[in-house]
């Protein structure tokens, strides 16, 4: 499996950046006009282009470190979504009661991190794999539990609930942190024309979410 490099984009570039998700649907047409639509993916797929945080000569040197460090689309790493990075859906404050992770049954210890968009129609559950260290709070049954009775696996997003704190049978089990999208460059060859750059052009730096 190819090596992830735990380390964060530069932070901030990727707060001026553009992107967001994409999914992959096929749909095919009759000839009475009625088509018929699935889904490709289960879950959709981030793309970014960092381009629009190079605004210095420093900034884009210090893009050029990282791609060269991370040997173009070799290594995966930390990205931070300035629209889409905590467990609020409104983009508030972090609570331990921001999204249900689980129910209780006596026994399981483990929960995956995850966040739900939506709730009408089809809410779609995304898993958390990186959430940010010391971000995560967790509450069982509404209450929110101290962090010595949980720990968090920042590079699964596995919640674990330490012995004696199981949640009992029946006991929602919700979660409240912050977190990063696990990305890659998506190009080996980092096109940067400095007199174009001098005069206000940006460079492009595309990104895409990976599955690690």
């Not at 999914?23 to 629009?52: L, P």
Request: glycine share 10%; net charge neutral; aromatic share 10%.
């Amino acid at each position: 499996m190819t090596e992830f490099h735990d380390i964060l984009f530069p932070l901030d570039i990727a707060l001026k950046s553009a992107g967001g998700p994409e999914r992959r649907t096929e749909i095919v047409s009759f000839g009475s006009g009625r088509e018929e639509r699935n889904a490709r993916w289960a879950h959709s797929r981030r793309r970014y282009d960092a381009g629009y945080g190079t605004r210095t000569l420093a900034a884009l040197q210090s893009v050029v470190a990282f791609f060269e460090e991370r040997r173009g689309r070799l290594h995966g790493f930390r990205w931070r979504d300035r629209l889409d990075q905590t467990s609020n859906i409104s983009g508030g404050a972090i609570s331990p009661l921001d999204q249900g992770i689980g129910i209780g049954d006596g026994a399981a210890a483990s929960f995956q991190l995850m966040k739900t968009y939506g709730s009408a129609f089809a809410p779609y559950q995304r898993p958390i794999i990186k959430p940010v260290d010391g971000s995560v709070r967790i509450a069982v049954a509404g209450e929110e539990i101290a962090n010595s009775a949980f720990s968090c696996d920042v590079t699964r997003g596995v919640v674990t609930f330490a012995s004696g704190h199981i949640p009992a049978m029946g006991a929602a089990i919700t979660a409240g942190f912050q977190f990063d999208v696990p990305v890659r460059f998506d190009t080996d060859y980092l096109e940067v024309d400095l007199s174009a750059f001098a005069a206000g052009a940006i460079p492009k730096i595309p990104l895409v979410e990976i599955r690690v």
